[in-house]
C-alpha cells in the first residue's frame, strides 16, 4: 500500500512493520482523526492472522501529540482482554506492568512491530486460558492429547445469537516446504492448518459427533497445491484428535511431494510446445502455471496463453487466445473465451499432449481470426 498522507515516523513504523512480520499483516481503512493538520493520517486498523482467521485492531496515534504511544482498540467480542493490567490483591485492584508502550520512543521503526507481537503473544494466552476454563469434559480431554504439539492456536467464540464454539488452528506437517520448491519465491514460511471448531456444552447420550473439519493453507501455497482438492479421512466414531492427524498428516505429506513433483511435469510439457509455436513470450519460471506463445497462421498473428492447474495432467490445460491485429470499442486486444474442450488425454506423453494442442490450433486460429474480423466489422 501507499503511504502518502501519514506522518514520516508513522509512515516508518508501518513499513518495518510490514516488512519484519512474520505472517502476511494487512492495513486498511487509514483515516485522520485531527482538524488541526487536515490530510495527516494517524489511524488505521490491522487485519492480524490468528487462529486461521483474522483480528481486526484498530491503531490509533495522535497527530497533535506525535511523542505519545498509540492506542490500540481490540474487537467487541474482546472486551474483557486487559493485555497490559494485572490483578493483584483480594480487593481486585490493577496495576500496568511494563510493556511495550511504557518506554514509547517515535522515532524507532521497530516499536509497532515490537507491540503488535506482544499483543498477539498476549492475546493468545487470553484464549488459551479462555477454552481451558471451559466446563465441557470432551474439550478438556481434546486439549490434554494435543498440547505437547507446537503452534497450535485456539479461539473461543460465544455472543448473544450463536452458540459457544471453541476453534483449534492445528499446524501440520513437519516439513519445510519451501526448501522443496526450486527458486522458492516465499517470503514466508508455507503451512497447512487443520481447523477444527467443536461446540461447547452439548451433552451427547452416545459418543460424540465428529467436529467440523476444514484443511487451510498460507496463501501463497496456492500456486503449487490445491488445498480444496484434498478429500479429508473420516472421523470415526469415538475419534479424537490426537489419532486423527497423523492418518491426515501421512496423507498431506504424500499429496505434497506429488504437487513438487508435478513442477518438472509441467515445465516438461511447456518445453515440449517450444519445438511447435516456438520461444515462449513469457513463462511461469518456479510453478509453471502459465506460459504465453506468439503463434502465426498465414498473415494472422496471435497469442496464445496456456494456464495449467496443479491437478495437470488430470486436468488439461486451458487455452485463450487474443489477437495482436485487433482490438474492441475500448482499445484492447480481442481474446477468445477460455477453451477447455479439445482432444486431450492424460495418460499421453508430453509430446503427444504438445502434438495435439498444436493440431487442434490449425483449425482454431482461422475460427479465432473469423471472430475477431466478426467483432471489427461490429465497431
Given at each position: 500500500?501507499?503511504?502518502?498522507?501519514f506522518?514520516p515516523?508513522i509512515?516508518?513504523?508501518l513499513?518495518?512493520?510490514?516488512?519484519h512480520?512474520p505472517?502476511t499483516?494487512?492495513?486498511?481503512?487509514?483515516?485522520?482523526?485531527?482538524?488541526?493538520?487536515?490530510?495527516?493520517?494517524?489511524?488505521f486498523?490491522?487485519?492480524?492472522p490468528?487462529?486461521?482467521?483474522?483480528?481486526?485492531?484498530?491503531?490509533?496515534?495522535n497527530?497533535?501529540f506525535p511523542?505519545?504511544?498509540?492506542?490500540?482498540?481490540?474487537?467487541?467480542?474482546?472486551?474483557d482482554?486487559?493485555?497490559?493490567?494485572?490483578?493483584?490483591?483480594e480487593?481486585?485492584?490493577?496495576?500496568?506492568?511494563?510493556?511495550?508502550?511504557?518506554?514509547?520512543n517515535?522515532k524507532?521503526p521497530?516499536?509497532?512491530?515490537?507491540?503488535v507481537?506482544?499483543?498477539?503473544?498476549?492475546?493468545?494466552s487470553?484464549?488459551?486460558?479462555?477454552v481451558?476454563?471451559?466446563?465441557?469434559?470432551?474439550?478438556?480431554?481434546?486439549?490434554?492429547?494435543?498440547?505437547?504439539?507446537?503452534?497450535i492456536e485456539?479461539?473461543?467464540?460465544s455472543?448473544f445469537?450463536?452458540?459457544?464454539?471453541v476453534?483449534?488452528?492445528?499446524?501440520?506437517?513437519d516439513?519445510?516446504?519451501?526448501?522443496?520448491?526450486?527458486?522458492?519465491?516465499?517470503?514466508?514460511?508455507?503451512?497447512?492448518?487443520?481447523?477444527?471448531?467443536?461446540?461447547?456444552?452439548?451433552?451427547?447420550?452416545?459418543?460424540?459427533?465428529?467436529?467440523?473439519l476444514?484443511?487451510?493453507?498460507?496463501?501463497?501455497l496456492?500456486?503449487?497445491?490445491s488445498?480444496?482438492?484434498?478429500?479429508?479421512p473420516?472421523?470415526?466414531?469415538?475419534?479424537?484428535?490426537?489419532?486423527?492427524?497423523?492418518?491426515?498428516?501421512?496423507?498431506?505429506?504424500?499429496l505434497?511431494?506429488?504437487?513438487?513433483?508435478?513442477?518438472?511435469?509441467?515445465r516438461?510439457?511447456?518445453?515440449?510446445?517450444?519445438?511447435?509455436?516456438?520461444r515462449?513470450?513469457?513463462?511461469d519460471?518456479?510453478?509453471c502455471?502459465?506460459?504465453?506463445f506468439?503463434?502465426?497462421?498465414?498473415?494472422f498473428?496471435?497469442m496464445?496463453?496456456v494456464?495449467l492447474?496443479?491437478?495437470?495432467?488430470k486436468?488439461?490445460?486451458?487455452l485463450?487466445l487474443?489477437?495482436?491485429?485487433?482490438?474492441?470499442s475500448?482499445?484492447?486486444?480481442?481474446?477468445?473465451?477460455?477453451?477447455?474442450?479439445?482432444?486431450w488425454?492424460p495418460r499421453w506423453?508430453t509430446s503427444?499432449?504438445?502434438?495435439?494442442i498444436?493440431?487442434?490450433?490449425?483449425?482454431e486460429?482461422?475460427?479465432?481470426?473469423?471472430?475477431?474480423?466478426?467483432?471489427?466489422?461490429?465497431?
Open positions: 500500500m501507499s503511504y502518502d498522507g506522518l515516523f509512515s516508518a513504523q513499513q518495518y512493520l510490514l516488512n512480520y505472517h499483516i494487512q492495513i486498511e481503512q487509514a483515516r485522520s482523526g485531527t482538524r488541526y493538520f487536515p490530510g495527516s493520517l494517524d489511524r486498523t490491522l487485519l492480524i490468528y487462529c486461521q482467521d483474522h483480528m481486526k485492531w484498530d491503531v490509533i496515534y497527530a497533535e511523542l505519545a504511544a498509540p492506542d490500540v482498540i481490540f474487537g467487541a467480542e474482546d472486551e482482554f486487559h493485555p497490559f493490567h494485572v490483578v493483584c490483591g480487593d481486585g485492584d490493577s496495576r500496568l506492568v511494563k510493556n511495550s508502550l511504557t518506554d514509547w517515535n524507532d521497530t516499536r509497532l512491530l515490537a507491540l507481537i506482544e499483543l498477539r503473544d498476549k492475546y493468545r487470553y484464549q488459551e486460558k479462555r481451558g476454563e471451559v466446563d465441557d469434559d470432551r474439550l478438556k480431554f481434546e486439549i490434554s492429547t494435543i498440547v505437547s504439539r507446537e503452534g485456539m479461539h473461543m467464540s455472543g445469537e450463536k452458540p459457544e464454539e476453534k483449534f488452528a492445528v499446524p501440520l506437517m516439513m519445510n516446504i519451501n526448501k522443496m520448491v526450486s527458486a522458492c519465491p516465499w517470503r514466508h514460511p508455507q503451512k497447512i492448518y487443520l481447523q477444527v471448531i467443536y461446540p461447547v456444552g452439548r451433552k451427547y447420550a452416545s459418543a460424540p459427533s465428529a467436529p467440523r476444514k484443511l487451510m493453507c498460507t496463501p501463497e496456492k500456486a503449487l497445491f488445498i480444496d482438492d484434498v478429500k479429508l473420516p472421523w470415526l466414531d469415538g475419534m479424537c484428535m490426537a489419532e486423527y492427524l497423523p492418518h491426515l498428516e501421512e496423507l498431506l505429506q504424500r505434497v511431494i506429488e504437487a513438487v513433483t508435478l513442477t518438472d511435469v509441467r516438461q510439457f511447456i518445453e515440449a510446445l517450444a519445438p511447435l509455436l516456438g515462449p513470450l513469457e513463462a519460471p518456479v510453478f502455471r502459465k506460459a504465453s506468439l503463434v502465426c497462421s498465414g498473415p498473428t496471435f496464445l496463453h494456464f492447474s496443479t491437478n495437470f495432467p486436468q488439461q490445460p486451458s485463450m487474443q489477437s495482436t491485429q485487433h482490438f474492441n475500448l482499445g484492447m486486444p480481442v481474446k477468445s473465451p477460455l477453451i477447455t474442450e479439445y482432444p488425454s506423453e503427444q499432449m504438445a502434438d495435439r498444436s493440431d487442434f490450433l490449425v483449425d486460429s482461422l475460427n479465432f481470426k473469423r471472430h475477431c474480423n466478426e467483432s471489427h466489422l461490429q465497431y
